[in-house]
Every structure is written in structure tokens, then in C-alpha cells.
């Protein structure tokens, strides 16, 4: 223990990091081991680095940005529609096709303590969380097709046990236990703004995980990729946890990847306002990109298509993606590009008293989903309608709050139950 502790005190001052023992004396021995065992798995090199970098925005003064086409699901024809939605139907009912949830994420902004997975909606006449909503919609597809999908959650160290327990707690809201797996994604060390490592608790250094673009690696790690391909599984489709509108599985969406003989599909919703604070896809340098908001001039945001009304930088992301087993396996030892967000996450002060920040006091370093797919030549964006697909919970003051959420699903299902 001791030379652990010999060690651990050089690599804290090689980084100026050494706050992070202001506790050791006052500790219990147990929590000495646990903290010194956590430091000595601490990557400073790569936070430092990240933190330094991250200072820097990217320059694209040298990048070529073209657009990245789209189809439109409204202008899709009866016949198209059905088509396409039958060759995805095919692979459903052949098993071909998995389910990842990425469930990871901290959900700060919605100020939530537990897995945001397990957050209660206030629909009527029963509340349920969004792990049921999302059971519910997979539950739906299977039994239209007679077939029982895997079903993978991608949950991260801070919210694994608690997920599972909710799992338990529900009885799988009726999913067949044996399909649903769980899979721990990575974590990273918060950083403040003065570049310190912060404290959760005096004898634990504030980890979180690093972003829904790690799922590739975790899956990889947790052996997920091999178990897919031994069922001979062809296509996954991913989607975050905080969309009631999602649909988890489209065999219409599915059906135009295949077709156009793609490796990469991503749903779209129309981004209304020019200049709203929306990232957009694009391509960059001639790969499969997404546009920052900060780069969107009003000129390139109101650019159309020669003699159309197609906008060519107006398709933003809504966190729905297909991809083949191939493009995921050729992506998961790739290690994506960081990004910086600001989040709001409570730690040990000097005083050794917890605070919890009315604001975003702490750096946390996310790879993105879909920054893995400038790795491929192309892939299929499809644009669907907002009111159909896209009711995500983000926080209480933005327009993605859980009232607005209530209000579409429950549109949605009158709408849906009506044209039956
Ligand atoms: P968000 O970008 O909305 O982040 O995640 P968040 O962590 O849920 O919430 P805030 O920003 O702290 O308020 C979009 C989706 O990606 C997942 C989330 O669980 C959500 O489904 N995600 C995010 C992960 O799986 N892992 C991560 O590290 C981050």
C-alpha cells in the first residue's frame, strides 16, 4: 500500500492533481484502497490532453462541406412505402436484427438522481418510465412479426446496478428476460474549470461515462459483437433512451438502407428554424459528417437545391440509427473524437462539504455516435415527421420537456388508434 501510495502521490503532482488526497488522512482504510486503486486506474495523460485540446475549436477553414442527401418519408409513394417496408420485414422476421439502447448517459439537465431510463412519466390513466415506454414500442414489433428481438442496453458504471434492478423490479415489462442483455460503457474523470479531477466523495474521484459513441468499443469489450454474429445477425438499430416517439425498430427505414446498398442509415427530423441551435448532417471532406450550430451561417442554413425547395443543411440528427454488423466491426477499435460539454455535477469542496453546483461547474468528455460514420463513404439519411417520431426529454425549460413529451405520445397513440 505504501508504494502504491508513493506512486500515486508522484503521478498527482506530475499533473498538478494532488487535491485529490486532501482526504487520505481522514478516511477509513477501506476507502484508502478503494481511492488509491481508482487513481491508479485514472488515465491523466488522456484527460489532460483532452482537457488541453478541447480549449481549441476545430478549424474547418480547410475542410470542403458538401451536403449529405436526404429522402424525405412524405414524398415517399404508396408503392415505395410498401416495398422498402417489406425487405425490412424480411430481416425482422429472420432474426437478422438486434436492438441497442444506449442508456448511459447522466441526464443532468433534467436533474433526475437514478438511471434516466427510470424516469416516471405522467401519462394517463398510468404513469410509466421510459424504459416501459421503450419495452412497450420493442414489444409491439415483436409481436406484429411473431419473433422476440435481442435486446441490448447500454447502461454505464454510475447507473448499471441500478438499471438492472429496475429491470428486475418491473419483470422486464414483459420482455422475455433471456433477450435482454446489459453492457457497461467506459467512464471518464470530470474536470472543473480550472482543470481539476473533482471529488464525488472523499475517497472517490467524480468518473462518468464518455458517450453514447463509446457503445462500439463497450460492445466490442463486452463480447456483444461475437454474440451477435453467432446468431447471425446482419443489422443493429441504436436509439437513446429519452425519445417516448422513437421507433425502435422500422422495417421501412431498414428496408431503404438495404436497398440503397448502404452500410449506415440515420433518421432526420427537419430543422425549422435557420439559425436554431441545432447540428445538422453534412458531409465533410466528402465523408459522412455532422455540422456544428456554431458553423451554420444563415446563408448555408438557407441554401436549397438548384430550382427546388430542398434545403441542403436543414436534416438534424434525432439519435436513430441502423448500422450493419460489418460498419460497426469496422469501427469498434476506433477511437472517435472527444467532445466537450458543460455539465452541472455535485462534488467535495476544500471543506470536505458536498456542494451541488445551481449551474454547470464541470467539463465531461463524450465520443458521439455519430462521428464513426465519416469513417464510412456514404450512408442513408431518412427524414421523418417530428410529430411522429420525435418527443425527447431533455430537461424542464427547453421545449424537449417531459409536458411537451406527455403531449405528443398521447397525440401520437389517439392519432395511431384512430387510423386503426
Ligand atoms: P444526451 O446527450 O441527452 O445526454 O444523451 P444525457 O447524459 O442523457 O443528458 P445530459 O446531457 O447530461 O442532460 C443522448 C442519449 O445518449 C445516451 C443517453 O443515455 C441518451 O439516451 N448516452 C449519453 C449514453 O448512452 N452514454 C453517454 O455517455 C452519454
Not at 476544500?350 to 463513404?377: C, H, L, M, R, W
Not at 421523418?384 to 427547453?398: G, Q, R, T, W
Amino acid at each position: 500500500m505504501e508504494d502504491k501510495l508513493k506512486n500515486v502521490k508522484s503521478i498527482l503532482k506530475k499533473y498538478n492533481q494532488e487535491h485529490l488526497l486532501n482526504f487520505y488522512d481522514e478516511i477509513s482504510n477501506e476507502e484508502k484502497e478503494i481511492l488509491i486503486n481508482q487513481l491508479l486506474n485514472i488515465d491523466f495523460e488522456k484527460i489532460t490532453k483532452l482537457y488541453i485540446n478541447s480549449n481549441k475549436n476545430e478549424n474547418l477553414s480547410n475542410t470542403v462541406i458538401s451536403p449529405l442527401p436526404h429522402i424525405e418519408k412524405d414524398k415517399l409513394t404508396k408503392e415505395d412505402l410498401s416495398y422498402y417496408t417489406k425487405l425490412g420485414e424480411a430481416i425482422i422476421k429472420n432474426n437478422q436484427i438486434a436492438i441497442v439502447t444506449m442508456a448511459g448517459g447522466q441526464g443532468t439537465r433534467l436533474g433526475y438522481k437514478g438511471p434516466k431510463g427510470t424516469y416516471m412519466l405522467n401519462l394517463k390513466p398510468i404513469k410509466k418510465s421510459l424504459f416501459q415506454i421503450i419495452a412497450e414500442n420493442i414489444i409491439e414489433t415483436n409481436n406484429k412479426y411473431h419473433t422476440i428481438i435481442p435486446w441490448y442496453i447500454m447502461t454505464s458504471e454510475e447507473n448499471d446496478k441500478q438499471t438492472e434492478e429496475f429491470f428486475k423490479l418491473n419483470n422486464f415489462f414483459g420482455y422475455p428476460k433471456e433477450k435482454v442483455k446489459f453492457f457497461k460503457q467506459s467512464k471518464l474523470p470530470l474536470i472543473n474549470t480550472d482543470g481539476k479531477l473533482i471529488l464525488q466523495e472523499p475517497y472517490l474521484v467524480k468518473e462518468a461515462s464518455n458517450g453514447n459513441g463509446n457503445v462500439f468499443n463497450s460492445m466490442q469489450k463486452s463480447g456483444i459483437i461475437d454474440e451477435l454474429e453467432n446468431q447471425q445477425i446482419k443489422w443493429i438499430s441504436f436509439g437513446g433512451i429519452d425519445n417516448v416517439l422513437l421507433k425502435n425498430l422500422d422495417p421501412l427505414f431498414l428496408g431503404l438502407v438495404i436497398c440503397n446498398n448502404m452500410e449506415i442509415g440515420s433518421k432526420s427530423i427537419f430543422k425549422k428554424e435557420p439559425l436554431e441551435k441545432t447540428a445538422v448532417y453534412c458531409k465533410k471532406d466528402g465523408k459522412p459528417s455532422i455540422l456544428d450550430y456554431d458553423d451554420i451561417t444563415l446563408e448555408l442554413s438557407e441554401s436549397k437545391i438548384v430550382n427546388t425547395d430542398t434545403y441542403l443543411y436543414r436534416e438534424a440528427n434525432m439519435l436513430s440509427h441502423i448500422m450493419s454488423i460489418e460498419a460497426i466491426k469496422k469501427v469498434k477499435d476506433i477511437e472517435l473524437k472527444y467532445h466537450r460539454a458543460f455539465k452541472k455535477n455535485a462534488f467535495v469542496n476544500f471543506e470536505g462539504v458536498k456542494q451541488v453546483p445551481d449551474k454547470p461547474n464541470t467539463f465531461k468528455f463524450e465520443n458521439f455516435i455519430f462521428d464513426a460514420f465519416s469513417y464510412f463513404d456514404d450512408m442513408l439519411l431518412l427524414r421523418v415527421n417530428e410529430n411522429e417520431e420525435f418527443a425527447p426529454i431533455k430537461d424542464f425549460v427547453s421545449i424537449y420537456n417531459p409536458d411537451t413529451a406527455i403531449e405528443k405520445y398521447e397525440n401520437y397513440r389517439i392519432a395511431k388508434e384512430s387510423s386503426i
